[in-house]
């Protein structure tokens, strides 16, 4: 069984990977009509609530440097506009930014992934990994963390000393891109302050958010299988899933949903030839860069050495499209920076000033559905 892993440069970023086919071509004569683009149904982004908050059940840091083995970077001690794009300044000279997260899936980590996905737009930061480390957590905020995740393009690790458990496999759903090497698990979502007492009661509970749910992992491009796990493993169990279902119900490797949009995007900007080159390459990493799970103890950087090595002999980075090329997020391209402030913040100085941003009507949202811990089984950590 190989590791379930893609190098997150393969699809970061407007980077598709889907199977060898034709690229669709597109023309602008009279006598040929250009090709519609695949609409892509993510969920268009709430305005960002600002008011004051902090992480209540976990703990965050923010690096400019894919590389975790030099360490996670500095914490996220205040999620204010300013204190976060203080903390994020140092990224817009690698056009990289990796979020560390281990805790729970809250409203407060909701807020941390919209705000700091807002913040890197700000600054001109393209390349966004969040690399999660999660027991689970509340399921309305996975959701719209994922939300966040899928508006802002990025890319999502789960490292070999981490976990994604329950509400947080939602979150792998959204992630254009999923790097997946500790253990990804699901279980039945219950609501812990529920008033229900009998199992009709509960039932009406969860069909109530059934919709929802369904057309969240729908709108991303993952299997609706997933939600008959989240509501028929037992709550207390919890069930490790296979390489092959990750990969089955649209949770591992590049996002379905964005991979054709994607492929006609590199078509147009960067040519058929291009996509061939970086198809091959793809190949030739997961044949020579992935070992078997069973018999390796390889991690993100250890796969990413690989890659880096071998890409070079597809003629990667490309010197006409070097942001689209496998890998990109690893040379640290630098993109345009456009700037905003929310209200409420103190501009800066005239040299670093920014356009003030609209002011969220919206109040702030409670978590209604949470996980409990999930007792030990063989396969988690």
Known sequence: MLRRLLVPALCLMSL???PQGDVAQTSASADQPVVSEPQVQRKPQAQIDWSPTRLEAGDAWVDCSADYREGDGKPV????YLDLRNGMQDCR????????????????????????????????????????????????????????????????????????????VLLLAAGDMRVIVGPVGVHRMIRVKSAATSRKELGEELRRLSDELRNYLERNGASIEVYDLMTTVPNRTLRILTDEELEKFGLSGANAVEDDLDRIRLARR??????????????????????????????????NTCGLALRKQYGFPDPACPIESPMAELDGAVLSMPVSVPPGEVSQPASEAH???????????DDKVADEEAAPVSGAP
Not at 77 to 80: F, G, I, K, T, V
Not at 99 to 115: I, N, P
Not at 279 to 302: G, H, I, L
């Open 16 to 18: 598709g990977c889907s």
């Open 77 to 80: 001690l205040s999620l204010a």
């Open 93 to 168: 000279a690698t056009g990289l930014i990796r979020l560390r997260y281990k805790g729970k899936v809250t409203a407060s980590f909701a807020a941390l992934a919209e705000r700091v996905g807002k913040v890197a737009g700000d600054l001109g930061i393209g390349k966004r990994i969040l690399d999660i480390d999660s027991g689970g957590g509340s399921v309305e905020s996975a959701m719209r963390a994922g939300d966040a995740v899928g508006e802002n393009d990025w890319t999502i690790w789960v490292r070999g000393d981490s976990v994604c458990h329950s509400a947080c």
């Open 270 to 303: 960067c040519g058929t030839t291009f996509l061939r080159r970086r198809d091959d390459f793809r190949r030739a990493y997961e044949a020579q860069c992935m070992q078997p799970a069973e018999t390796s103890d390889q991690d993100v950087a250890e796969i």
């Open 355 to 365: 356009e003030a941003a609209d002011e969220n009507e919206n109040g702030p949202r």
